[in-house]
């Protein structure tokens, strides 16, 4: 690597910051996790460039810049319980796991499953659990959790997933067709469920019962 890690670390936080996340913890969050160690060593390089890399199994790990957005959209407080289902490489876990009590990530593959537990215990992670499991029902023995996050595309907002939050609890969850989505974020209060629109993104599927 020509460029040191923490300086190339360094360029992105920038580059996040001046394309408009604004809220401080998340660049901290975002500048405390080494995500070199969440990409094929052969893709370390790149682990820093704004773009989503493969993972192995068709799947990718997301770009930082959508990391960004996500988690900045979910308004993690240290208080609260995180659900993330797609934990892909862990990278959006640890990211999350940063800012929030405890979050659970589920992932249906078990082989990129087994290498994100290993790696977040690798690195110390010790308020975040990996399981094996389809999410699109979400985590009902958990549940309710402030913040769930989707981490792959969905075709409507599945129903079992806002029934999981708190009132007040944020659900952020790409939404739209196979090859283009629009990042939506819910909100629970009460009984009510207010939504809105963040700008475009692309996922892999969701595959399951609420998926594609
Ligand atoms: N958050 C990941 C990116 C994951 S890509 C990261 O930071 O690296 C999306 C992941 O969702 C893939 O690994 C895919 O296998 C998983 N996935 C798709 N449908 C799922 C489902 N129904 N339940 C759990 N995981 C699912």
């Known amino acids: 690597m020509s460029v040191a890690v923490p300086v ?8 996040l910051r001046e394309s408009g996340i604004a809220d401080e913890r998340v660049l901290a969050a975002m500048a405390a996790v080494p995500r070199e160690h969440f990409v094929p060593a052969a893709l370390r390089h790149q682990a820093y460039e704004d773009y989503p890399l493969e993972i192995g199994e068709g799947q990718t790990i997301s770009q930082p810049s959508v990391v960004a957005r996500i988690t900045e959209l979910a308004e993690v407080t240290p208080r609260d319980r995180v659900l993330e289902i ?16 405890f979050v659970f990530t589920v992932e249906r593959l078990p082989r990129l499953a087994e290498a994100a537990r290993g790696r977040l215990a690798e690195l110390g992670y010790r308020n975040v659990s990996v399981q094996v499991m389809d999410g699109t029902l979400g985590w009902r023995a958990q549940a309710p959790f ?26 952020v969850i790409p939404i739209g067709e196979l090859r283009r989505q629009e990042l939506v974020r819910v909100i629970r209060r009460g009984d009510r469920f207010e939504d809105s629109r963040h700008g475009p993104a692309t996922f892999v599927p969701l595959v399951g019962r609420d998926g594609f």
């Open 146 to 171: 402030e913040v769930i996050v989707v981490s792959a595309a969905a075709p409507a907002i599945p129903k079992a997933l806002v029934e999981q939050l708190t009132d007040g609890g944020r659900l």
């Open 86 to 101: 797609g934990a892909g490489s862990g990278y959006q876990a640890a990211v999350l796991a940063q800012l929030a009590r």
């Open 8 to 15: 190339r670390r360094k360029v992105l936080i920038d580059y």
